[in-house]
């Protein structure tokens, strides 16, 4: 089936640390899609990255979809990113197919 | 954006019950989805929801078992019948209004004894 795999499961940054989540999957996508949840809170979009390097605030997206990989770069790193990055990846051009990874939970601490 | 406004946010139901779960978004959407997550895990894509029609189950999950109206354009609503502990989850909706983001109710957190 398709699936998602994030690396690394969790980590843990002193503030001001950059960090580096990577999303790996198993079939042709035509999306990866970054979202942010806190802890028994929900989603929250973050980037949404069809191909190539997207940038918002301190975020930066990387997609390889030849190469079936993508990243989530975080720069900077503060207490108020703790929580889990979800990548997900689009198999049609809608959201009706979309399949999550199952996450990484970051923890920022001063 | 579109803000979608799930009901309850928690419940707790006793094996065998149906609960039912609303969402309500503040401006017409096509597409309603509803996503499943278990602890610490991933989250399922249970079923798309347009309005008038039947929704459409992805793989492990039947209309029996969790029945979805859409009967407007902003209001869908999932049941979840013979509640298992194994159905013990937090619920969400989402939708997009079209472009590139979705976006997500704040979820309902069900426990079943």
């Known amino acids: 089936g398709q699936q998602v795999q994030q690396s690394p499961a969790s980590l843990v940054l002193q503030e001001g640390e950059n960090a580096e989540l990577q999303c790996n999957f198993s079939?042709?996508?035509?999306?990866l899609q970054w979202f942010y949840q806190r802890p028994g809170g929900s989603l929250v979009s973050l980037l949404s990255n069809p191909s190539g390097t997207k940038h918002t605030g301190r975020l930066t997206s990387t997609t390889v979809t030849k190469e079936r990989r993508g990243s989530l770069h975080i720069s900077s790193s503060q207490i108020t990113d703790s929580g889990t990055y979800l990548c997900?990846?689009?198999?049609?051009?809608?959201?009706?197919?979309?399949?999550f990874g199952q996450g990484t939970s970051l923890s920022v601490v001063p | 954006s579109v803000l979608l406004y799930q009901k309850p946010n928690r419940d707790i139901c006793q094996s065998g019950t149906s609960l039912k779960i609303q969402c309500v978004a503040d401006?017409?959407?096509?597409?309603m989805f509803w996503y499943q997550q278990f602890q610490e895990q991933s989250l399922m894509l249970m079923a798309t929801a347009n309005e008038g029609s039947e929704a459409t189950y992805e793989s492990g999950f039947t209309k029996d078992k969790f029945p979805i109206s859409r009967p407007n354009l902003t209001f869908s609503t999932l049941t979840v019948n013979n509640a298992r502990p194994g159905d013990s989850s937090i619920y969400f909706c989402?939708?997009?209004?079209?472009?590139?983001?979705?976006?997500f109710g704040s979820g309902t957190r069900l426990t079943v004894l």
């Open positions: 079939s042709t996508a035509t999306r």
């Open positions: 401006s017409q959407v096509v597409s």
């Open positions: 989402s939708s997009s209004l079209g472009g590139e983001t979705l976006y």
């Open positions: 997900a990846m689009e198999r049609s051009s809608s959201f009706s197919k979309l399949v």
